[in-house]
């Protein structure tokens, strides 16, 4: 039986002109996640910056978020936000800036997260330079090991010198988890951090009124309602674009995980031993990939590689079929088992991972589409 809806799309982005490999994000899915994550996080007293590097600072995924009641913008790269200057919404600098970038994240961040005071006196430089405010966050570690200030009173001795940095505001105290050392945030790790955010509230006053408390690995504290207090501001991506959180992997049925399919076109069609024949030595990548013998079988290459996308994470929409392997620029798909009769120049769709919509968006040989 042929996989009708399969045809529908390759026949209506044929009519559109469409360039493979494609990556299509819906951004209605988009919106409706964000609608339904930032009511749950209001009711909490918490609001939401939603981050776009997923999918390459996408100027029209900005601004579903903000369509979705996002009060904030965050990115890890300057050119993203330079791509998102003419969309509404605070834009905040996610990783920690270069020296060398002070210049550009002063004109094109409203804020930038900072755990180096040789950093933020060159941001107060150049916000001097350009006459402007610059705000920042200071990034607290709580034990992940990624950014931010570990020893308590290393962090307050900082402050002091901080505090005479007149061209900059400092907006309140944040720290992450979950990615660096996989630490799964829980609250009596925000002790410390607590203690860090009351002592420059002392310094800084009324206007150090942020605590961001982390990244998508944090919604299940708002979730079981366990989240402490004084967090006020989280740092969604993976939530708002696949509806799962992080600490757990825990998938949301309320939420669509669908918001990315990447579609790639067949450039070979044949019959081939599923074992490689000849001495086994590494692969282009330096690994030993091992294969499974299951005789003769039916596969297809799709334009699309490892230069584009992880083989590992995305999924064949194709009734049937299976990824076998990838180089470079090559995906071989096992199509034996697929209903629909397969030929040179059809198009397969895939599901994508947080990882391989991350590759994709950021691949300057996978074109993108918004629907």
Known sequence: MVNCTECVINELNEMRGIMYPNLTINLEKIQ????????????????????????????DVARAFLAGGA??????RIRNLQDLDDIGGEKWLIRIPMISEAEDTVRYADLSLNSEYEVLKELNREALKQKKRH???LMADHGDLREGWFDEEGFYRDLKKISGLDALRVRGVGTNSNCAGAIIPEPSSF?????????????????????????????????????????????????????????????????????????????????????????????????????EDRGIR??????????????????????GARIVTASSDHLIVDVSDCQRPLK??????????????LRASTSDYVNKTTV
Do not use: W
Request: proline fraction near 5%.
């Open 191 to 291: 002790d410390k951090l607590e203690r860090m955010y009351i002592r420059t509230r002392e310094i800084f006053g009324d206007d150090c009124s942020i605590f961001s408390g982390g990244n998508s690995g944090a919604y299940y504290m708002v979730e079981n309602g366990t989240i402490p207090k004084f967090v006020n501001n989280l740092r969604f991506g993976e939530l708002l674009l696949f509806g799962n959180e992080t600490s757990y992997g825990k998938k949301y049925p309320f939420l669509h995980s669908d918001v990315f399919r990447l579609d790639a076109e067949i450039v070979e069609l044949k019959e081939k031993p599923s074992l490689p024949i000849g001495k086994h030595g590494k692969d282009a990548f330096g690994k030993e990939p091992v294969f």
């Open 344 to 357: 040179v120049g059809d198009i397969m769709g895939f599901r994508c991972n947080y990882v391989s919509a």
């Open 298 to 319: 039916r596969r297809a290459i799709c334009a699309l590689g490892k230069q584009d996308i992880t083989p590992e994470d995305i999924v064949p929409l194709e009734p």
């Open 71 to 76: 009060k904030s913008l965050g990115d890890s």
């Open 135 to 137: 705000d920042v966050i």
């Open 32 to 59: 409706d996640n964000t609608e339904k994550v930032t009511g749950i996080c209001r009711e909490h007293g918490i609001y939401v910056t939603a981050v776009t590097k997923c999918a390459g600072g996408n100027p």
